[in-house]
Structures are given as C-alpha cells and as structure tokens.
Nanobody
Framework: QVQLVESGGGLVQAGGSLKLSCAAS????????MGWYRQAPGKQRELVAA???????NYADSVKGRFTISRDNAKNTVYLQMNSLNPEDTGVYYC??????????WGQGTQVTVSS
C-alpha cells in the first residue's frame, strides 16, 4: 500500500505564493510520474502540473509561468511552488503518483484559497 501525505495549503491573498508538498511512503516501486491536480467548486478535477521520473515537467496552460513543479526522487516527494496566485486558483489540490505498473494513488487533498 502507498500513502501520500500533502501539506502546504492555506489562505493567501491574490498575488501571493504557496508551496505544496507531497511525500509518498509505503510500497514505493518504480514511480513513473508525480503530479498535482485541483478541483474547484462545481468543476471537474483537472491537471495542474506533473513531472516524470526523468524530470520533464508538464503544466496546464493556466499556470504556465506561475507554478513550478519539482521532485526529489530520493525522498519520493513532489513539490508545487505557486506564485502570482489569483482567485481562479482556488480549489482542493490533490497529489497523484503513477507507477510504471499502471497503478496510481491520490492524496487526501489540501485546500488552497486565494482571496481577491
């Protein structure tokens, strides 16, 4: 079994910054990619950013230039540095880990609220 523990969410004013962290533990074998998704009220969950085991990042168009995803393979941890936040970034942010086997796991979610 795999556990994902997220941290770093909170309330911030527009223009501010937050950094999310997600640490994976348990049966960790051959992670393929780690990423962050978010779900705003009344909307579907969407990909924010992901990074492969080789370090190649992928970003949603709405966050390019503002968010940076990084990964510490030794610690099985993925980070999301979020700058220039705006109210449209508000939502529950979920960590996701995809293994080479095709199995994937979700974190419990962390709330990010950006006030205008």
């Amino acid at each position: 079994q795999v556990q994902l523990v997220e941290s770093g969410g909170g309330l911030v004013q527009a223009g501010g910054s937050l950094k999310l962290s997600c640490a994976a533990s348990g049966r960790i074998v051959s992670i393929s990619a780690m990423g962050w998704y978010r779900q705003a009220p009344g909307k579907q969950r969407e990909l924010v950013a992901a990074v492969t085991s080789g370090g190649s990042p992928n970003y949603a168009d709405s966050v390019k230039g503002r968010f940076t995803i990084s990964r510490d393979n030794a610690k099985n941890t993925v980070y999301l540095q979020m700058n220039s936040l705006n109210p449209e970034d508000t939502g529950v942010y979920y960590c996701n880990v995809l293994f080479r086997s095709g199995n994937y796991y979700w974190g419990q979610g962390t709330q990010v609220t950006v006030s205008s």
